[in-house]
């Protein structure tokens, strides 16, 4: 990298100081305010930080974190990569990641869906991965239409390699003005929010396509159309034609290679993670070969899927921010174990919870629920409209003291999520 100027490095060097101290003191792991310490003396650092480096931002409504951290894991093999491996996504942390690794030749950055465009600008990355879109934190990022609007404005004209998720045509939108894109089928297994075409507003239409099996096509790919096409019944916007298919626990390369997943990670997500992980490897030159080894080694991302213990109580945490979020959680968990709940409403939430009667909890009946967090009220009334019967707990550590020893699943939203971690001296 081209050394930096004078006042550039004093201001790295006074943002790792300020980190040091949070992590010292127990105030955080000094992602943030390391950042902030630092822009506050030099305002275009991060500018300055990603010049000359090999970058690929990374953004979604949910599996930023560890889609970032399964990229980083396979790009290792090339050399160091910086990364913000705690999640914190916006330019303050961006700063952080890339001055705690300053000579490291490759950067992996998780990005905020409403700072992407800024962050694009800033940095001038190579690499963008775009996974899939949906309601979240209403009250701060606004309607995700703009969220992809914004998007699709930010990629107009620059020489960026896309790696976008065909299966969403939200994402698929956003990302279509870009000047190169690797169209991967991840899927979209959550479609409430993307039944309108937003290029017209018209319907679109995910029945009655033909189910192409993988291979018969040229490149290798597979339509998937029973499941993840889809095409607007007023114009011409429709899925394109994906190059990279996530097909079960398998993925299927550009060349028509089918490769065994075998990741650690749990769940269809984690797959369709790993999927666009390996398209990205590739577009850094790394084949498929020499990435998902790396892929394997991954085995909880910031305290997701780690299991705590605590009197002879094992609790594996899932996080859950937003419906599309509960749904991936429901699709790991063990239906023989209980399961602890807890919501927040806090900033980084969003305050408004009206978003968990779009989730359909149902499925958990049949086992032992337990409700807490902060608005385990809110929680507990629309669990009791779906006819899922629950007992309230007061604290996290009150629910789980009441579990046999043994095994339970703990499901909760973002600061309800790190607040148990920190019981848990921040598992990773």
């Known amino acids: 990298m081209t050394q930096l100027p004078l006042r550039a490095q004093l201001a790295t060097a006074l943002g790792r100081t300020a980190a040091t101290l949070s992590r010292v003191t127990g105030r955080g792991d000094g992602s943030v305010i390391g950042g902030r310490v630092s822009m506050l003396l030099e305002p275009d650092l991060l500018r300055k930080l990603a010049r000359d480096r090999k970058l690929a931002l990374v953004s979604a409504t949910n599996g930023k974190t560890t889609t970032t951290r399964l990229i980083t894991s396979a790009l290792s093999d090339l050399g160091d990569v910086a990364t913000n491996a705690f999640g914190a996504n916006m330019p303050a942390g961006h700063v952080s990641a890339l001055s705690s690794a300053k000579h490291a030749p490759y950067g992996v950055l998780e990005v905020d869906e409403k700072y992407l465009p800024e962050v694009i600008d800033t940095t001038g990355a190579g690499v963008i991965c775009l996974m899939n879109l949906s309601r979240d934190q209403m009250d701060r990022a606004g309607e995700i239409w703009l969220l992809a609007q914004k998007w699709r404005r930010a990629l107009a004209g620059k020489n960026t390699h896309v790696i976008a998720n065909a299966d969403d045509p939200l994402v698929t939108w956003g990302a279509s003005t870009a000047a ?249």
């Open 180 to 428: 190169s894109v690797t169209w991967v089928s991840a899927g979209q297994p959550w479609k409430e929010d993307s039944w309108c075409c937003p290029e017209c507003g018209g319907p679109l239409d995910r029945k009655g396509m033909e189910y192409v099996p993988p291979g018969s096509l040229g490149s290798g790919a597979s339509s998937q159309a029973g499941e993840n096409d889809w095409a607007c019944r007023e114009c011409t916007f429709r899925r394109p034609e994906p190059s990279w298919v996530l097909d079960d626990d398998a993925v299927i390369d550009p060349r028509g290679r089918r490769w065994l997943l075998d990741i650690q990670l749990p769940g269809r997500a984690n797959r369709a993670n790993a999927a666009i992980a390996l398209a990205t490897a590739e577009a850094f030159g790394l084949p498929v070969e020499r990435a998902l080894p790396r892929l394997r080694e991954v085995r909880s991302v910031a305290g997701r899927y780690t299991t705590v213990e605590r009197g002879g109580r094992h609790a594996r945490l899932l996080l859950a921010k937003n419906p599309a979020g509960w749904l991936e959680a429901f699709d790991v968990l063990d239906s023989s174990l209980p399961v602890i709940l807890s919501v927040n409403a806090q900033g980084p939430d969003g305050r408004d919870t009206s978003w968990l009667w779009d989730v359909d909890y149902r499925v958990l009946r049949g086992r032992p629920v337990f409700v807490t967090g902060e608005r385990r009220l809110d929680l507990a009334l629309r669990l009791d409209v779906a006819d899922v019967p629950f007992q309230l707990a007061g604290s996290f550590e009150q629910a789980l003291g009441a579990q046999p020893p043994g095994k339970v699943d703990v499901i909760a939203n973002y600061t309800a999520f790190q607040q148990i971690r920190s019981e848990f001296g921040r598992a990773v």
